[in-house]
């Protein structure tokens, strides 16, 4: 059947196409697929298929060198999530997503219907969400916009999780002027499921029921995916109206009668209608089961009149699923949906002729072949090459930047340090989560490297956190890859967990650009390398690109979702000190390193430098280690050494927990030959600081697994401080100090913020 | 002792409050549907927390509405216990079963742990506990400011209906120690009749030391002495 325009529809015209954001090479492509002009209704299908955001067109060549398989992966990428086994019968849905861009122009509803999205995402393969976490980068704090920016993006997932009833447990969050114009919101997932509980979205039975459940669809949202793969510039805010409209309540009720559907074997496929909504995801199960369907727009339940198929097919309304029901068993469907005052209506059919065919009622308004709608995306193999300032930047000799006078007391730039916001204190943002619901939150956010959290029913506990340190990937995108999974690696090691698998969410620039692209390149391979080597596939993410504002590109930001599984939930260890004189063993060796540091762009405004080295198999080494040592109960508390190196991470030791204080002496005169403000600001990798009250026992199993280990100091009560003695200098802190400034730093920032929004010429950064 | 434990459509405590009963009390509990007339036998009704009906319009506005809130008034009525927790406090409020409302926290939604203390024993859900006694648990939300008219003030402190107060580490009702702005630190009271109680922490999330905190246990224990009596 060859598709009518419908009367009204534009005319196909090169501006028209231009508009939808095609290439005058995919529109040929199209043709060339359909042998004739494309209706409007076709042409916008494309538009959102063939985005960035859903195709992964520039993407997708590169992805594929990811390691993606091990014995225990169940669900790899391609689903709605990655899914591993964790025994017992159980297994665990993971994912990772961005609203970069939603949230740049409308933080609150952006970072919500961000959370929104990602939950759907994991319910819909048939797993109960138990925890969400995220990974957001700002701006300075020193900016209104970003304080702006801040606000209503932690009121938005506050408000979505909170309501959901899903505990947000870890996250992290940094701070740097490259992101002024383009905030970083990624938000992940974790839900828990029988393994034959598992269900995918694969279209399969001829004559099943094609069902919309959950919400009715509106007009908002329409082409967020293609706003998504495109540059912000000044003309953004004008696209406030593509950001969609979050409802946490519906979304609750639609996880209820999700998992109620799944567990009543009616429905084969279950998919999330996210990202261009009812195209995509009819589109996307149909190549995956290589059947057809058939899509009739009047069928769908619609919240206002008039709407043309064009704007239901693209409509990115939230709160809204698209199942296969078994034939014969619609009504069962209707009637669960019912329960939850939710509705379900049959739009279409899964049908063997292999075509992707979508109808008004008898006209025929959109007609692909098969499933090349999806087959047949272009794919992108862009020029790669360095940037030469960046090359310039990482070979600039940092050991020559002069310390500031007051430097001279190494306890003024350790308090300075505890200042800055990306080390501070996140405790102003996670107090507006609910990280307790569900009563199975050990260590939330905030006490430990990761969250831990049990696994009901069983002695086990998941460990998982969020890591990437963009400065480390823009000033060297192979060592920074490797960085971001080597440290959630170590992180969820420091709370006893074995790593297992990670998701992540790729944040970069606009690929055409070859300086962009070697920065996704390189990054790639950098993860691929430490995933190899610390056995930790990548089940699934996101990629998103286009995250540039006229200011200039965010630093490349792959980050790391990662999941550990500890064996024996009550080994789970925090990074506080816990017992006044037991021994501090710092694991790793320090280095005479500070090229992308935060003592370098915090202290100095210096971004430059090669970041530290990384070491694989010292880092699988320190990863045993600490697993070894944690569930033979030989270790209190461990803290790994990142942002603000040692001086840093002992403090936090020190002072993590304001209500429990514990001071430290420590000696590092054993390393003479580094710099002191390198031995106590760089950020030496592949290390930790354990506390134990059997120094020799971790010394030993350190020892056998190839981690240089040294005894350095005592924990101490808190009245004596944290002292370091460093080439004979004492360094000493009373910790009163240290809690004011890691503490306060954030919420006097924030005490700031202007109680409305800020809107600025991007462009410029005028106020508009 | 059998628990009832109401689900509205967006509660999402209810199977915390579940496993609390079931798993740390070993006691029974059902879920009881909100579109229900049946207690289903139960000797103690929770309403859990949550965001019943999103709470959009007010925090329990709606779900004071709901057909089984009939039976849960009647219930109270008739001196069974009725515990709300958290956004069950506030539809206790709404629906008049418990004095007073609570508002919008000065300082926007809050999670953390709170300390409290207990100032009156003689309730279903305070007597295995002593008078002063400090418990240590979560709050989460973003609407428990406990408001009420100073004479409604005066009589609840009076009538010995104020059961719980938000307190420092040093068990003094201080305004640093009063995380949403509550009058008079006030986390919890009970009715008249002392069979219904509503609080803002939540116990059900403080009965594992696993967890952090079993402080809560001392409450549900409390309800096995009553139901029993």
């Given at each position: 059947?060859?598709?009518?325009?419908?009367?009204?529809?534009?005319?196909?015209?090169?501006?028209?196409?231009?508009?939808?954001?095609?290439?005058?090479?995919?529109?040929?492509?199209?043709?060339?697929?359909?042998?004739?002009?494309?209706?409007?209704?076709?042409?916008?299908?494309?538009?959102?298929?063939?985005?960035?955001?859903?195709?992964?067109?520039?993407?997708?060549?590169?992805?594929?060198?990811?390691?993606?398989?091990?014995?225990?992966?169940l669900q790899?990428?391609?689903e709605n999530a990655g899914v591993?086994?964790?025994?017992?019968g159980l297994a665990v849905a993971f994912k990772?997503?961005?609203?970069?861009?939603?949230?740049?122009?409308?933080?609150?509803?952006?970072?919500?219907?961000?959370v929104g999205g990602i939950l759907r995402d994991v319910f819909t393969m048939g797993a109960r969400p138990i925890?969400?976490?995220?990974?957001?980068?700002?701006?300075?704090?020193?900016?209104?916009?970003?304080?702006?920016?801040?606000?209503?993006?932690?009121?938005?997932?506050?408000?979505y999780?909170?309501c959901m009833g899903v505990?947000?447990?870890?996250?992290?969050?940094?701070?740097?002027?490259?992101?002024?114009?383009?905030?970083?919101?990624?938000?992940?997932c974790v839900g828990i499921l029988r393994e034959e509980e598992l269900i995918r979205a694969k279209a399969q039975g001829i004559g099943n029921a094609i069902m919309a459940v959950g919400a009715r669809t509106?007009?908002?949202?329409?082409?967020?995916?293609?706003?998504?793969?495109?540059?912000?510039?000044?003309?953004?805010?004008?696209?406030?109206?593509?950001?969609?409209?979050g409802d946490p309540f519906t979304e609750k009720l639609l996880l209820e009668a999700t998992l109620e559907l799944i567990a009543s074997g009616h429905v084969v496929a279950v998919q999330d209608m996210g990202?261009?909504g009812l195209?995509s995801s009819s589109a996307e199960m149909a190549?995956r089961g290589?059947v057809?369907v058939?899509i009739d727009?009047?069928k769908v339940p619609v919240r206002?009149?008039?709407?043309?198929?064009?704007?239901?097919?693209?409509s990115e309304s939230q709160e809204r699923m698209l199942v296969v029901a078994i034939k014969g068993r619609e009504d069962k469907v209707r009637e669960i949906l019912a329960k939850w005052d939710l509705t379900a209506a049959v739009i279409g059919e899964v049908?063997?002729?292999?075509?992707?065919?979508?109808?008004?009622?008898?006209?025929?308004?959109?007609?692909?072949?098969?499933?090349?709608?999806?087959?047949?995306?272009?794919?992108?193999?862009?020029?790669?090459?360095?940037?030469?300032?960046?090359?310039?930047?990482?070979?600039?000799?940092?050991?020559?930047?002069?310390?500031?006078?007051?430097?001279?007391?190494?306890?003024?730039?350790?308090?300075?340090?505890?200042?800055?916001?990306?080390?501070?204190?996140?405790?102003?943002?996670?107090?507006?989560?609910?990280?307790?619901?569900r009563?199975?939150?050990?260590?939330?956010?905030?006490?430990?490297?990761?969250?831990?959290?049990?696994?009901?029913?069983?002695?086990?506990?998941?460990?998982?956190?969020?890591?990437?340190?963009?400065?480390?990937?823009?000033?060297?995108?192979?060592?920074?890859?490797?960085?971001?999974?080597?440290?959630?690696?170590?992180?969820?090691?420091?709370?006893?967990?074995?790593?297992?698998?990670?998701?992540?969410?790729?944040?970069?620039?606009?690929?055409?650009?070859?300086?962009?692209?070697?920065?996704?390149?390189?990054?790639?391979?950098?993860?691929?390398?430490?995933?190899?080597?610390?056995?930790?596939?990548?089940?699934?993410?996101?990629?998103?690109?286009?995250?540039?504002?006229?200011?200039?590109?965010?630093?490349?930001?792959?980050?790391?979702?990662?999941?550990?599984?500890?064996?024996?939930?009550?080994?789970?260890?925090?990074?506080?000190?816990?017992?006044?004189?037991?021994?501090?063993?710092?694991?790793?060796?320090?280095?005479?390193?500070?090229?992308?540091?935060?003592?370098?762009?915090?202290?100095?405004?210096?971004?430059?430098?090669?970041?530290?080295?990384?070491?694989?198999?010292?880092?699988?080494?320190?990863?045993?280690?600490?697993?070894?040592?944690?569930?033979?109960?030989?270790?209190?508390?461990?803290?790994?050494?990142?942002?603000?190196?040692?001086?840093?991470?002992?403090?936090?030791?020190?002072?993590?927990?304001?209500?429990?204080?514990?001071?430290?002496?420590?000696?590092?005169?054993?390393?003479?030959?580094?710099?002191?403000?390198?031995?106590?600001?760089?950020?030496?990798?592949?290390?930790?600081?354990?506390?134990?009250?059997?120094?020799?026992?971790?010394?030993?199993?350190?020892?056998?697994?190839?981690?240089?280990?040294?005894?350095?100091?005592?924990?101490?009560?808190?009245?004596?401080?944290?002292?370091?003695?460093?080439?004979?200098?004492?360094?000493?802190?009373?910790?009163?100090?240290?809690?004011?400034?890691?503490?306060?730093?954030?919420?006097?920032?924030?005490?700031?913020?202007?109680?409305?929004?800020?809107?600025?010429?991007?462009?410029?950064?005028?106020?508009? | 002792?059998?628990?009832?434990?109401?689900r509205f459509p967006g509660s999402n405590?209810e199977d915390?409050?579940f496993?609390?009963?079931?798993?740390?009390?070993?006691?029974?509990?059902?879920m009881?549907w909100h579109k229900d007339?049946?207690?289903?036998?139960?000797?103690?009704?929770?309403?859990?927390?949550g965001f019943?009906y999103g709470?959009?319009?007010?925090?329990?506005?709606?779900?004071?509405?709901?057909?089984?809130?009939?039976?849960?008034?009647?219930?109270?009525?008739?001196?069974?216990?009725?515990?709300?927790?958290?956004?069950?406090?506030?539809?206790?409020?709404?629906?008049?079963?418990?004095?007073?409302?609570?508002?919008?926290?000065?300082?926007?939604?809050?999670?953390?742990?709170?300390?409290?203390?207990?100032?009156?024993?003689?309730?279903?859900?305070?007597?295995?506990?002593?008078?002063?006694?400090?418990?240590?648990?979560?709050?989460?939300?973003?609407?428990?400011?406990?408001?009420?008219?100073?004479?409604?003030?005066?009589?609840?402190?009076?009538?010995?209906?104020?059961?719980?107060?938000?307190?420092?580490?040093?068990?003094?009702?201080?305004?640093?120690?009063?995380?949403?702005?509550?009058?008079?630190?006030?986390?919890?009271?009970?009715?008249?009749?002392?069979?219904?109680?509503?609080?803002?922490?939540?116990?059900?999330?403080?009965?594992?030391?696993?967890?952090?905190?079993?402080?809560?246990?001392?409450?549900?224990?409390?309800?096995?002495?009553?139901?029993?009596?």
């Open positions: 059947m060859t598709p009518t325009p419908r009367p009204g529809d534009p005319t196909i015209t090169p501006a028209l196409v231009a508009e939808h954001g095609l290439t005058r090479d995919e529109y040929d492509r199209l043709v060339n697929m359909l042998g004739r002009t494309p209706t409007f209704t076709e042409l916008g299908i494309v538009s959102a298929l063939w985005s960035e955001h859903c195709s992964y067109k520039h993407s997708r060549p590169l992805l594929r060198k990811l390691p993606t398989s091990a014995p225990y992966v790899g990428p391609g591993i086994s964790i025994g017992d990772i997503e961005s609203h970069n861009h939603p949230s740049a122009v409308e933080p609150y509803q952006g970072a919500a219907t961000g925890a969400m976490l995220n990974s957001l980068r700002f701006g300075s704090l020193d900016s209104p916009r970003v304080r702006y920016l801040v606000a209503g993006v932690v009121r938005g997932i506050g408000d999780g909170n505990p947000t447990v870890a996250g992290d969050v940094m701070f740097d002027a490259a992101y002024e114009g383009n905030p970083l919101v990624n938000a992940m509106g007009r908002d949202g329409i082409h967020g995916a293609s706003f998504a793969s495109e540059d912000l510039s000044h003309n953004s805010d004008a696209k406030r109206p593509r950001v969609q409209v990202a261009a195209t190549e290589d057809g058939t727009t009047l206002e009149s008039g709407m043309t198929p064009y704007e239901i097919l693209l049908i063997a002729e292999p075509v992707y065919r979508v109808t008004e009622g008898d006209r025929v308004v959109a007609e692909f072949p098969g499933t090349r709608l999806v087959t047949d995306c272009p794919q992108y193999h862009p020029d790669a090459r360095e940037s030469d300032a960046i090359i310039a930047l990482r070979a600039r000799d940092v050991h020559a930047v002069p310390p500031l006078p007051q430097e001279r007391n190494s306890a003024w730039t350790l308090r300075r340090l505890l200042e800055s916001p990306t080390i501070a204190s996140k405790r102003w943002l996670y107090r507006q989560y609910d990280s307790t619901v009563t199975n939150t050990v260590i939330g956010p905030g006490s430990g490297d990761a969250a831990v959290l049990r696994i009901r029913g069983t002695k086990k506990g998941l460990a998982l956190k969020t890591d990437c340190n963009g400065r480390y990937v823009y000033l060297d995108p192979r060592v920074g890859g490797r960085i971001a999974v080597a440290e959630a690696a170590r992180n969820v090691a420091c709370v006893g967990a074995r790593p297992m698998a990670i998701t992540n969410c790729l944040n970069f620039g606009n690929p055409t650009r070859p300086d962009i692209f070697f920065q996704f390149r390189e990054a790639l391979a950098g993860m691929a390398e430490a995933c190899v080597a610390l056995g930790t596939p990548v089940t699934g993410g996101n990629v998103s690109l286009y995250n540039e504002s006229p200011a200039g590109a965010v630093y490349p930001t792959p980050t790391i979702g990662m999941v550990g599984l500890l064996e024996d939930v009550s080994r789970a260890t925090a990074m506080e000190f816990r017992e006044p004189e037991d021994a501090i063993i710092l694991l790793g060796e320090p280095t005479d390193e500070l090229g992308a540091s935060e003592y370098l762009a915090w202290i100095h405004g210096v971004v430059a430098g090669a970041p530290p080295a990384c070491d694989l198999t010292r880092e699988r080494a320190l990863v045993e280690t600490l697993h070894e040592s944690i569930n033979a109960g030989l270790v209190h508390s461990a803290h790994d050494c990142s942002e603000g190196g040692f001086a840093v991470a002992i403090a936090e030791c020190c002072i993590g927990n304001p209500l429990a204080l514990h001071g430290a002496m420590v000696d590092l005169s054993a390393w003479k030959a580094i710099p002191s403000r390198a031995l106590l600001f760089g950020e030496a990798q592949g290390r930790a600081i354990v506390s134990t009250s059997d120094a020799a026992a971790v010394l030993a199993i350190a020892k056998r697994r190839g981690v240089p280990a040294r005894n350095i100091g005592t924990v101490k009560p808190p009245n004596e401080g944290l002292v370091i003695v460093v080439a004979g200098h004492s360094m000493r802190s009373p910790l009163m100090d240290l809690v004011a400034a890691y503490h306060d730093a954030i919420p006097r920032a924030m005490q700031r913020a202007p109680a409305e929004q800020v809107t600025v010429d991007l462009a410029t950064g005028a106020p508009a | 002792m059998k628990v009832g434990i109401v405590c915390d409050a496993h609390a009963v079931v798993d740390q009390l070993g006691e029974e509990a059902v009881l007339h049946d207690l289903q036998g139960s000797d103690v009704v929770i309403l859990p927390g019943s709470d959009y319009l007010r925090a329990g506005a709606i779900a004071r509405f709901s057909p089984i809130m009939r039976e849960v008034a009647l219930h109270a009525g008739k001196g069974g216990i009725v515990l709300g927790i958290c956004n069950g406090f506030q539809i206790a409020c709404e629906a008049g079963l418990l004095p007073g409302a609570l508002l919008r926290n000065d300082a926007g939604y809050r999670s953390m742990p709170v300390t409290i203390r207990v100032e009156h024993t003689n309730t279903a859900f305070t007597s295995a506990a002593t008078v002063g006694q400090c418990l240590t648990m979560p709050i989460a939300h973003g609407e428990g400011r406990f408001a009420a008219s100073e004479d409604v003030l005066d009589q609840l402190e009076n009538d010995a209906q104020v059961l719980f107060r938000y307190v420092d580490a040093a068990g003094e009702a201080t305004v640093d120690a009063n995380p949403n702005g509550a009058m008079r630190n006030i986390a919890g009271v009970c009715n008249a009749a002392r069979n219904v109680i509503g609080l803002m922490p939540h116990p059900e999330r403080a009965v594992d030391p696993l967890l952090g905190s079993e402080d809560g246990l001392v409450l549900f224990e409390s309800l096995l002495v009553a139901a029993h009596a």
